[in-house]
């Protein structure tokens, strides 16, 4: 399937910004309010999870993903009540420093999503997918949706792209069908998630195909653990392992790429876009 152009995939509008799909790719700035963090960047505290959001603002983010329940592999749930507890008030605290901040909440419970939107949240990004009551909300509180791909349906025994952008080509449809605009959803294939590191790789080669769904699209590879198995560095030490992944997804036409190192991956983006996208900085023709 051909990707439609970027002027038929319309735009996402927030706060005053518009997110013109394929025009650009577009970092959103990871901010873990958990003690337990894969990626080791767990705020516990308040002002230090508002004080990194800040930082990642600073250094270039588009958007900014709040999360307060981590989702490292053996991880302990949380219940709904420490969820908001660790989430609301980061969250007050952002819109009340940050009025136009672009605020993405990492949860896939309807009540966390519902407080978090009424303290400032603009859109809700489901690791688990889009179940009917997540999609009730979002239809409710009129939000962007990002689908995540986690949730395995045929046991491994499928094709992991095949199932993957079957499973998230299916639910995007039954979004719009629901009522949410086509450039509302965007689809995540769960990088890292319920997956081994060869159907990462797998579904990292395959990305065109993803975005051959014509819906926007977002990864997440930022210092997953197939790059630590990849290249034998730890955790804190996979900048450039992400950035290799994001150079190939921005050439695959991926739309928004989720990452700790902001600073850096924008570097990334800037350069993937003026080489696939004809991209270029508003003083480009000023002489260094």
């Not at 395959?206 to 769904?213: I, P, Q």
């Not at 730890?234 to 695959?252: G, H, M, N």
């Amino acid at each position: 399937m051909k990707k439609p152009p970027a002027s038929l995939r319309g735009a996402l509008e927030l706060r005053g910004r518009r997110f013109v799909w394929g025009v650009r790719t577009y970092v959103m700035g990871i901010v873990n309010v958990t003690p337990d963090s894969f990626s080791g960047d767990g705020c516990s505290r308040v002002d230090d999870a508002v004080a990194h959001a800040l930082t990642q603002i600073a250094a270039g983010a588009d958007l900014l993903d709040l999360g307060a329940e981590s989702t490292r592999p053996g991880y302990t749930p949380v219940s709904e009540e420490e969820e908001l507890a660790r989430l609301v008030p980061v969250v007050v605290a952002l819109r009340e420093r940050v009025p136009d901040a672009i605020l993405s909440i990492d949860t896939f419970k309807p009540r966390t999503f519902r407080a978090a939107r009424s303290a400032g949240g603009d859109l809700l990004n489901s690791i688990r997918g889009l179940n009917e009551d997540l999609l009730a909300v979002a239809l409710e509180l009129d939000v962007p949706v990002i689908i995540m791909h986690s949730e395995r349906t045929a046991n491994g025994a499928s094709n992991i792209v095949d199932e993957v952008l079957g499973s998230l080509g299916r639910q995007a449809e039954r979004a719009v069908g629901a009522g949410i605009a086509a450039e509302r959803v965007i689809l995540d294939p769960g990088i890292g998630f319920g997956k081994t590191p060869d159907e990462n790789i797998a579904l990292l080669s395959a990305l065109s195909r993803l975005t051959a769904l014509g819906f926007p699209t977002l990864i997440g590879t930022s210092r997953k653990s197939t790059l630590g198995k990849l290249t034998g560095r730890p955790v804190q030490e996979r900048a450039f392992a992400t950035a290799s992944t994001l150079a190939l997804a921005i050439a695959a036409g991926i739309d928004m790429v989720r990452v700790h190192d902001v600073a850096a991956m924008c570097d990334v983006a800037r350069v993937g876009d003026a080489i696939v996208r004809g991209w270029r900085p508003n003083n480009w023709n000023e002489a260094l």
